[in-house]
């Protein structure tokens, strides 16, 4: 019909697709981004946002998914197979909505309207609100909680009770093991049927070729440029981490956000937030006792689910509640392989006391979002780039935000030239 849309959406594994309709002069859909406690324990990242279906739709087969319900206002239904969180339904009307990365479209743009930033206040540090105060040249509202019923708040608000920064800063004590300081952040889904530790980096127990983020993989020649023949720690981030071409420890992972169709598909949300640790720095006890184990991952955590979406890629996710975990590239033999023990975390289940960017364990790079090209909705990640280059900007010289330097860096790299956020 002329004066309605019809929109799909699908989960990874495609078992789960539902398709419904929108009136034509509701368009673009108003969006919210949520970063309630809930929202990020059971996606992994750092906020969601979701499509209401309109009333006289058919309602959606759920025979595929798995139901969790997360609170007493509703359940959240993701696919039992690959994890991709398709719907909420919700108790006091029965009414679905859609999780906005599922719809099956080139482009959201002019598709959907994100409007607003709410439950900012469970994040402690204003979370990735931060990142994106703008999109398609327009200031996004920021409520504490529910938009329109709660106070809105400044970019640069932090909740009362967050601790000062020399608080949740790890100790760096010599003749001190990390294990004996308590230098670790506890990761956990919503069910904490999954949880680890994630420990402060040891940039000697791994290599890694550059990433995406760093190295855009569409740019010319670059496979042998990410390849990252001089093994530049890049995934151990520290402000200083040159002096006089000397390497020294680094204090924090990096972490990134990232647009690519398939941690799109994965998760059912447009961006999703990676930290690159190596699995050195995991374990399953906070006396880092039980190391990280692969293939399958730790077998003794029972809920945690594999899904593999493509021949390189291996995702793993909580079968109860559906909370995205990891984004393993297959690698070969560990010790062997190119990527030596590196694999991504999703940073919405750090349990930072520091707030959800987890900034006393974590460095943002703030020059890119991964695999941009790929992204749905293009006013969103311009949206982001530009709001972290400005984030980066307000907190230049902080150890939480990600330069690279060095001459192995600096040498003929593409991204150089955009740095913001480094030591002078």
Known sequence: MADSKELTSSCFCGRSTYTFSVPTSSLPLDLRLCSCDISRRTSGTLFTSYITVPAGNPEPDLSTLTAYESSSILTRHFCSTCGTHMFLEYRADEHFEVASGTLQLESTDGIVDYKDHIWIEDTLDGGASQFVTHI?????????????????????????????????????????????????????????????????????????????????????????????????????????????????????????????????????????????????????????????????????????????????????????????????????????????????????????????????MLAWWPNRVSFAEEALNKGLVKGLEEGMRAWAERNKGEDYVAVMEGPEWEKDNPMVQKRVGGSE
């Open 136 to 360: 398609n040249d327009k200031c996004l509202s920021r409520y504490l909680r529910k938009a329109g019923e709660s106070e809105q708040i400044p970019v640069e608000w932090n909740h009362p009770s967050r601790p000062p920064a020399s608080e949740t800063e790890f100790k760096k004590e010599e003749g001190y093991t990390a294990v004996e300081l308590r230098n670790y952040i506890y990761a956990h889904c919503h069910c904490r049927g999954v949880g680890m530790y994630i420990w402060v980096p040891n940039h000697e127990l791994a290599t890694s070729p550059y990433p995406d983020l760093l190295i855009p993989f569409n740019l010319p020649d670059a496979e042998e440029k990410r390849q990252n023949h001089e093994d530049v720690k890049w995934f151990g981030q520290s402000r200083k981490q040159y002096k006089d071409n000397a390497y020294m420890q680094p204090t924090r992972h990096l972490a990134g956000l990232c647009a690519c169709k398939s941690c799109r598909r994965a998760s059912g949300f447009e961006i999703t937030a990676w930290a690159f640790v190596p699995t050195s720095c995991i374990t399953l006890d906070g006396g880092s006792n039980v190391g990280f184990q692969r293939k399958p991952f730790w077998p003794d955590m029972t809920t945690l689910k594999e899904y593999r979406s493509s021949e390189a890629t291996t995702r793993a996710f909580c079968g109860t509640c559906g909370a995205t975990v990891f984004c393993d590239v297959d690698r070969g033999e560990q010790k062997d392989g190119p990527w030596g023990g590196i694999i991504d975390v999703a940073v919405g289940l750090f349990a930072s006391k520091s707030g959800t960017r987890a900034e006393n």
